[in-house]
């Protein structure tokens, strides 16, 4: 009769994990250089956000705001955004773009 082979290495006890670094209460997270970084908006892009050079972030915040109070998002899908006549320039033609498709065709409007 064959005997049973036992297992030599029996399963380790799960390791713990060190606590994660804590960061202190007042600290504040250091915004990323490139958001930051001032930029000139096109001609089609200044008719809604203003001539002067803004970071890319208040860029996407001031054509936020122009969508709100001309009520230009789908009421029944609120990531689609519908074009009117200044924004259409801007989503390449497009009449109605994604909230995703927004950023990416606004940073092309920008130097």
Not at 16 to 23: G, I, L, S, V
Not at 63 to 72: H, Q, S
């Given at each position: ?10 399963k ?72 009117d ?20 065709l ?6």
């Amino acid at each position: 009769m064959a005997a049973k082979k036992t297992t030599a290495a029996k399963k380790a006890p799960a390791a713990k994990k060190a606590p994660a670094a804590k960061k202190p209460a007042g600290a504040k997270r250091k915004p990323n250089a490139a958001f930051m970084k001032e930029m000139t908006p096109s001609p089609e892009l200044a008719a809604i956000v203003g001539n002067k050079p803004l970071p890319r972030t208040q860029v996407v915040s001031k054509i936020w705001d122009y969508i709100k109070k001309n009520n230009l998002q789908d009421a029944k899908n609120k990531r689609q955004i519908n074009a009117d006549d200044k924004l259409k320039p801007i989503f390449g033609g497009k009449k109605s773009v994604t909230m995703f498709e927004m950023t990416a065709l606004v940073n092309k409007n920008l130097s």
